[in-house]
């Protein structure tokens, strides 16, 4: 168990308040229609996986309901920083757009 | 067709009859308070003109501050996330605060919902209630200053959580009523737990108006 610090709320909440939301910044393909079943297939399913520092989305789904981001380090539970979805993106975005 | 009653989502514990005047021989006190009005307020707290036409409908500053709750007479504003709020209001008001709400809010990007059907409300009193609810939520309790309120998970569901005279008040959804109400009164029973006489409640509630 761990803390999260939720950007909306401004405080340190238990683990136990969030929900895992999954890898942040996945884009939606632009045209699902023409897409082939292995594009689609791979946005819905494959995921980097990454041991080390991961850009992830969690909810306070029993505080305020929001989700943001958060870096965390899957190895060892390391936290980096949590952030809003915009700012989140910005700072992933500034370190070149992959951990 | 019958005649629509709206009831208690605790009616089923007959809790009136149980019920006593709160006094030292239990360590916890909890009772239902009466049914209120509850109001989903939503907008954006970084438009000023929302702001101000929800402050000024509502008779008290909306809190934009998280985890503020707002207080005014009998109406509760509590902040729920930064284009959320819940109003609690006697059931009496219920009509013109909407009323109030809307045409306030009339051209500005809002959502004004009634969802008084959606919540009850307990006050949990007593020299353990904080221990209670160390057992039951997640949230450090030492640090819910008055003013404040926090969602926060209860058991395997969730409430919003605040101080109300020398206890503690829980706003939850009615659907999840039945549950929260039998986990607290099982995390309370080693303490000693009884049923506060809902005059005590409303009374508690009128001493805050």
């Given at each position: ?9 401004g ?51 029993t ?11 899957t ?7 949590s952030?809003?979805l ?13 951990a | 067709?019958?005649k ?113 059907g ?10 353990n ?5 160390a ?5 450090d ?11 926060t ?22 659907s ?19 049923v ?14």
């Amino acid at each position: 168990m761990f803390l999260l610090s939720c950007p909306h709320c401004g405080e340190k909440r238990e683990e136990e308040e969030f929900a895992y939301g999954g890898e942040a910044f996945i884009a939606r393909p632009a045209d699902p229609e023409t897409l082939d079943d292995e594009g689609w297939g791979d946005y819905l399913f494959k995921r980097k996986n990454t041991k080390g520092w991961h850009w992830e989305m969690w909810g306070h789904q029993t505080g305020c309901r929001k989700f943001f981001i958060v870096k965390r380090n899957t190895a060892s539970h390391a936290i980096a920083g949590s952030w809003t979805l915009a700012e989140g993106r910005k700072a992933y975005d500034a370190e070149g757009g992959a951990a | 067709m019958s005649k629509s009653l709206m009831q208690s989502p605790l009616h089923h514990f007959d809790l009136a009859k149980q019920a006593v005047k709160p006094d030292g021989r239990h360590g916890v006190w909890a009772g239902e308070l009466p049914l209120a009005g509850y109001i989903a307020l939503r907008g954006d707290s970084a438009t000023p003109a929302f702001v101000e036409a929800a402050s000024s409908a509502l008779g008290v500053p909306l809190p934009v501050t998280p985890c503020t709750l707002a207080q005014s007479g009998a109406v509760k504003v509590a902040w729920i996330s930064p284009d959320e709020w819940l109003v609690v209001c006697p059931r009496e008001k219920l009509g013109a605060t909407i009323a109030a709400l809307e045409r306030a809010l009339e051209g500005i990007r809002s959502q004004v919902v009634d969802n008084s059907g959606g919540y009850t409300q307990v006050l949990l009193t007593g020299a353990n209630a904080s221990d209670v609810l160390a057992h039951c939520t997640v949230y450090d309790i030492a640090h819910l200053d008055p003013g404040k309120v926090v969602g926060t998970t209860f058991g395997k569901s969730a409430t919003l959580l605040h101080r109300q005279d020398r206890g503690f008040c829980l706003i939850f959804r009615r659907s999840f009523a039945d549950y929260l109400w039998r986990f607290m009164v099982r995390a309370a029973t080693p303490y000693g737990f009884g049923v506060a006489l809902r005059e005590d409640a409303s009374a508690a509630e009128r001493e805050t108006a």
